[in-house]
């Protein structure tokens, strides 16, 4: 038998995976489900992007590239993060790799040692716990509260500063939430004087003012962003990493040993999202919000208001507790008796149990076909 390390039974499931396994299960029974658990746009690619891959395979771009990206897409992103922040990145700043998940776990390696503590808000992101864990670290949550407009209090956090404090870990706009941090919170963060490991890869998909990057507040920040939500380029696989120019070295190398490089043909298709594709994406985020908007009104009126503004990301977090306490056992409730495939709650931390989040990252007539069952449900356990 292998002997596996205790560690891992430490590393909890994706429950997300797990509603959506069983809503394809139902769906090869011949059941009508609709997805609404995962935060996949339903929009295509750009053409511009893909024409671009196309050209770069055409051309034989499917060779190891340097360890931390092509210069020119290194260089695109400088770019890009400069003119929207008003930043001064360098390209020996920026690390592309397969996606933000390898990245946010190299981050956790290049911080941590064993026992070091993350501070990190809950609700949040399902993996990050566990990103933590893989680097032999321990999470602290911070408790944030809807009554409290799911805000991070940078005093409850400095309150879990310890001495094995090697980071906090946030997120905005928010999953699971679609909460974006206000400015003055990010500054404070910041001036608590440990790193703060942002997760920007909603950035694009606010829906009231600027997006502001925690590289404008901390000059110990290490932003990850990415090309699959904005951009709408899930499979495609590829994410950056933006940390203090004297990482660089230790960065590169262990890049080196875990990824040797990112994918090639993807870096040109990346560098045709960020010069060419924003318009076109922008037009996305207009259907998103009016997507929002729907989803908002349409909970309120079957009992399930939320107070708060999820002003980013494409998810609605709504408390549920008040018609079955246990999370998972109602979106499987659901799932099986409404086809609607919801992610529960606690799947984003214990703060979470007792909600539901919903993804608005599909049509408005599959949106209207999920809350139309979802309202039948629950009409149906009022009789009950």
Not at 109 to 135: H, K, Q
């Amino acid at each position: 038998m292998i002997r596996l390390p205790a560690y891992l039974d430490e590393i909890t499931s994706f429950y997300a995976v797990e509603v959506f396994q069983a809503a394809k299960a139902l769906e090869a029974q011949g059941r009508s489900i609709v997805h609404l658990e995962f935060g996949e746009p339903d929009f295509p690619t750009p053409e511009v992007v893909t024409a671009a891959a196309i050209e770069a395979l055409q051309r034989g771009a499917t060779r190891y590239t340097h360890s931390l990206g092509i210069p020119e897409l290194r260089e695109t992103i400088c770019a890009y993060h400069n003119a929207k922040y008003g930043l001064a990145l360098e390209p020996e700043q920026v690390l592309v790799s397969a996606g933000t998940s390898v990245l946010m776990f190299l981050a956790m390696l290049l911080l941590l040692e064993p026992g070091d503590e993350v501070i990190l808000p809950d609700p949040t992101y399902a993996c990050y716990s566990n990103f933590v864990r893989l680097a032999r670290g321990v999470p602290v949550p911070v408790p944030i509260r809807e009554a409290e407009g799911f805000q991070l209090d940078p005093a409850a956090v400095k309150a879990r500063i310890t001495p094995r404090t090697r980071a906090l870990l946030i997120c905005s706009p928010a999953n699971p939430t679609g909460v974006v941090m206000r400015p003055e919170v990010l500054a404070e963060l910041g001036a608590l004087g440990i790193p703060v490991v942002s997760d920007e890869i909603y950035h694009g998909l606010s829906y009231g003012g600027r997006d502001r990057s925690m590289m404008e507040f901390s000059e110990q920040a290490l932003v990850l962003n990415g090309y699959s939500k904005f951009f709408a380029m899930t499979g495609w696989r590829l994410g950056y990493l933006l940390y203090p120019r004297e990482l660089m070295p230790v960065v590169m190398r262990l890049h080196q040993n875990v990824m040797i490089s990112p994918p090639d043909f993807p870096q040109y298709a990346a560098i045709a999202a960020m010069k060419h594709a924003v318009p076109i994406c922008e037009g996305y985020v207009r259907e998103y919000d009016r997507r929002r908007l729907y989803v908002i009104e349409r909970l309120a009126k079957m009992g399930l208001p939320l107070h708060y503004e999820p002003a980013g990301a494409f998810y609605v977090f709504a408390n549920a507790g008040h018609i079955e306490p246990d999370s998972l056992k109602l979106s499987m409730q659901i799932l099986n008796e409404a086809g609607v495939a919801l992610t529960p709650g606690f799947d984003f931390g214990a703060g979470g149990e007792g909600y539901l989040r919903f993804s608005y990252a599909n049509s408005l007539e599959n949106l209207r076909e999920a809350l139309d069952r979802l309202e039948a449900f629950l009409a149906g356990r009022g009789r009950g």
